[in-house]
């Protein structure tokens, strides 16, 4: 079973992902640290995230095993994700090692932007997961201020709202809800009933599809 989890920055997807993957005994991947750890090999080495031949070249080389998990997660490696992100070369990169991974016998779960639509269109559940800009600004304001980042809440909205446009407006792949994902909005949700109403989910489409 492939389960595609798609939505915007700090909608909980990530959690949600964490939570089916964790319940069914499957394998995930978290997309957007593909991204992110292709952002990040940018900045390291000071190269313009606009450079379409560096962008391809960091995407190409990737290794899944070797992400450095810390690193990845700083606001500014999500933004140069994004930016990287609306190259189509550096999508077209990443497309075989995602399809790879969704191709286990045994399943797996993947979460991202365009899971349902573009990696992953015959997965057998797709859910999208979303939030209002300010629920999901305070829960990412919370976890960068935990660790240590000197940001305000303005910052971090105006940020995620920024990210928002880029990622849905871009024309490779854009966010989209998948005509047929299930629409999950974990705005009033805590993290265990966001995870609690995906599960339910899934198995509601796992009957259903047992039934035809
Ligand atoms: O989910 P995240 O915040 O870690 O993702 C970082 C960026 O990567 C996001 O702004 C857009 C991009 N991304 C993407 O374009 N496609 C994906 N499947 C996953 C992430």
Do not use: W
Request: some cysteine.
């Amino acid at each position: 079973m492939i389960i595609a989890i798609d939505g915007p920055t700090a909608s909980g997807k990530g959690t949600v992902a964490a939570g089916v993957a964790k319940h069914f005994g499957l394998k995930r991947l978290d997309t957007g640290s593909l991204y992110r750890a292709v952002g990040l090999a940018l900045l390291d080495a000071r190269v313009d995230l606009a450079d379409e031949a560096r962008a391809v070249a960091a995407a190409r080389a990737l290794d899944l095993n070797a992400i450095d998990e810390a690193r990845i997660r700083t606001s500014q490696a999500g933004a140069a994700a994004s930016k990287v992100a609306a190259i189509p070369g550096v999508r077209a990169a990443l497309l075989q090692a995602q399809r790879a991974f969704a191709a286990d016998p045994a399943g797996a779960v993947l979460d991202g932007r365009d899971i349902g639509t573009v990696i992953c269109p015959d997965a057998e559940v797709k859910l999208f997961v979303t939030a209002s800009l300010q629920a999901r600004a305070r829960r990412r304001f919370g976890e960068l201020r935990g660790r240590g980042e000197p940001v305000t809440f303005e910052q971090v909205e105006a940020q995620i709202a920024e990210r928002d446009a880029r990622d849905t407006n871009r024309t490779d792949a854009p966010l989209l809800k998948a005509a047929d994902a299930h629409l999950l909005d974990t705005t009033d949700l805590s993290i265990e009933a966001a995870v609690e109403a995906a599960l339910r989910i899934v198995e509601a489409a796992r009957l259903r599809r047992g039934a035809t």
